[in-house]
């Protein structure tokens, strides 16, 4: 079945999301991002969503989500790209996901990562195998 | 078939000829609408209303029989508005239908009294809703151009201007409705975009009044900037406005909010890292903006 | 209001949920809806159809070129042959700022389209119908 790829950038992982998801691509996305940061020791996770044109209640849940569970293991998230028709729709739908960082680009958004992993306690540098 | 249906369909030609004659006769428009033009609308409508009359169910005026009619009118009415034209002029169009018809009925119906008089009420009542149509879809016509108008005011009203790398601001004047609303939103989240902006001050100097729907709207507006990951600062509140926000109850927790526009143009500086330094000692002259020391990581 | 086209769509898996949706973005874009206002109900659709998946245990959305007095639009129906919605108001009434919550989605939906109206009977089945007008 086809799925998400995640990348490993140092620290971080990179999601990249293109498709048009369905249930079970992000049921499958939120296990593979707890694994990985799980397997890999990362410290943040930036989700790219510039090419998505539509977000509903479950893909905002979902994000939410992995927020939370990242959290959890010690990973922040940052999402970055939303675009303007999205972001009004989604305000208007009611859903503000709180609890989940937003930055406007990826660039953005590893230097928010970036600067959360200085005030972190550098655990996850030492976690991370070369 | 009816009465009013056969003696329509016997003399369509000459009912559409004398039809035409008494329009040249009043009013005609000709620097609106060319005569061969006009000759094609009049044909084919005559053609929808003769379809209509004739129908299983010629009194049905929202059935089927009479859809060509309706969309015609529709039509008709909707182009003339764009043109010009006065909605008597549409209408009049329909209604000096009567005559021509009219006298056609009483030439054909003359030995029957009764029957010439329901066939000319029929009639009437026809052509007076067809009519009415063609008034409303007028005013559907005008309306359409207004709403327009106001919303092409409304985005030349709520100018996005940048103040410096990564900031934008946003003079709100005049009331905050939904409508306006959602152009605000779609402008400031546009340029946002545009310019990478991470820092958006709203201006509410011009906001006569804030009360719990206003507040709503400038949330949203807040909210949707947050989520595609740029901060929203209000500025130009008002003694009294602030007095009605805490009244309300309205929640602004998460939203900071200046007094002055310098103010928030100030704190977006320092929080973008950057500060302001006189470089001379005359007072007003040369001053620059430079990016903080960068504090080794 | 006149019916110039009409399509039906199943919804018994979520990858027909995206079908749809996509068929609703497809004719939005031909019928040159704006930006914003296409995004709005090609969400309200992704979420009315979810539910009717989800919660109405399945279901078909039909989409109808409508137009009316001098404007068109777009109407989307949604119905399933689910447990039905005991209480309609309490269901659109998801309050506007939770949104994390698991809501059905209707109070949203509602403040996506122009027109919005939903029957309901418990035991037999729910349905939706939307319009956005251009």
Redesign the interface.
């Known amino acids: 079945m086809e799925r998400i790829p995640i990348l490993r950038m140092g620290p971080f992982l990179l999601i990249t999301i293109q498709v048009d998801m369905h249930d079970k691509l992000a049921m499958q996305l939120q296990d593979d991002v707890t694994q990985r940061i799980s397997d890999w020791g990362s410290a943040g996770v930036l989700i790219d969503i510039s090419s998505l044109e539509i977000v509903d209640s479950f893909i905002g849940r979902m994000l939410a989500n992995i927020a939370a569970m990242s959290r959890v293991l010690g990973a922040e998230t940052v999402v970055v790209g939303m675009q303007p028709a999205v972001a009004i729709t989604l305000v208007e739908l009611g859903m503000s996901l709180p609890g989940v960082r937003t930055a406007l680009n990826v660039e953005s958004g590893m230097e928010l990562l970036y600067r959360s992993l200085g005030t972190s306690l550098g655990v996850a540098h030492d976690r991370s195998e070369a | 078939m009816s009465k009013l249906g056969e003696i329509i369909s016997q003399n369509e030609e000459h009912i559409r000829s004398e039809w035409m004659k008494h329009m040249a006769a009043s009013v005609q428009r000709s620097d609106l609408m060319s005569n061969v033009e006009l000759q094609e609308q009049s044909r084919a409508l005559l053609k929808a209303i003769l379809h209509g009359v004739s129908s299983s169910q010629p009194d049905d005026f929202s059935g089927p029989g009479w859809s060509t009619a309706r969309e015609q009118l529709q039509d008709i009415s909707a182009s003339r508005a764009r043109q010009g034209f006065s909605p008597s002029d549409t209408a009049t169009f329909v209604l000096s239908l009567k005559q021509p018809i009219f006298s056609t009925i009483r030439r054909e119906l003359s030995g029957n009294q009764n029957e010439m008089f329901d066939t000319i009420w029929s009639c009437t009542v026809l052509l007076d809703k067809l009519a009415l149509i063609t008034a409303e879809t007028y005013i559907a016509t005008r309306e359409e151009i207004i709403s327009r108008q106001q919303q092409e005011l409304m985005e030349l009203s709520t100018p996005v201007v940048k103040l410096w790398d990564g900031i934008l601001a946003l003079p709100i004047i005049g009331t905050l409705d939904s409508a306006r609303t959602q152009v605000v939103m779609e402008e400031l989240l546009q340029t946002v975009v545009a310019t990478n902006s991470k820092f958006a001050i709203v201006d509410i100097t011009g906001v006569p009044t804030v009360d719990t729907l206003v507040a709503q709207h400038l949330l949203k507006t807040i909210t949707a900037a947050r989520l595609m990951g740029a901060e929203c600062i209000i500025s130009g509140v008002r003694p009294q406005i602030a007095q009605t926000i805490v009244h309300l109850g309205i929640n602004l927790e998460d939203v900071i909010t200046k007094a002055k526009l310098a103010d928030a143009f100030a704190l977006a500086l320092h929080k973008s890292g950057r500060t302001v330094v006189r470089t001379s000692s005359a007072p007003n002259v040369n001053a620059a903006v430079i990016p903080a020391v960068q504090k080794e990581g | 209001m ?1 019916v110039v086209k009409r399509e039906q769509f199943p919804l018994q898996s ?2 027909d ?2 079908a749809a ?2 068929r609703v ?1 497809q004719m939005a874009t031909e019928l040159r809806f704006s ?2 206002d ?3 109900l ?2 309200a659709a ?2 009315l159809a ?1 539910n009717a998946l989800d919660h109405g245990r399945g279901g078909q959305m039909s989409i109808e070129v409508v137009n009316g ?3 068109t639009g777009l109407k989307l129906t949604f119905e399933d042959n689910g447990p039905g919605i005991p209480d309609i108001e309490a269901a659109l009434k ?7 919550g698991m809501g059905l ?1 209707l ?3 509602k ?2 389209v122009n027109e919005f109206a939903i029957e309901s009977e418990v035991g037999k089945g729910t349905k939706v119908t939307v319009i956005r007008w251009r």
């Open positions: 006149i979520s990858s949920v995206v949706r996509q973005r930006l914003v296409q995004t709005k090609v969400t992704s979420e979810r007095l001098s404007r998801d309050g506007f700022t939770t949104g994390a989605g109070g949203g939906s403040r996506l």
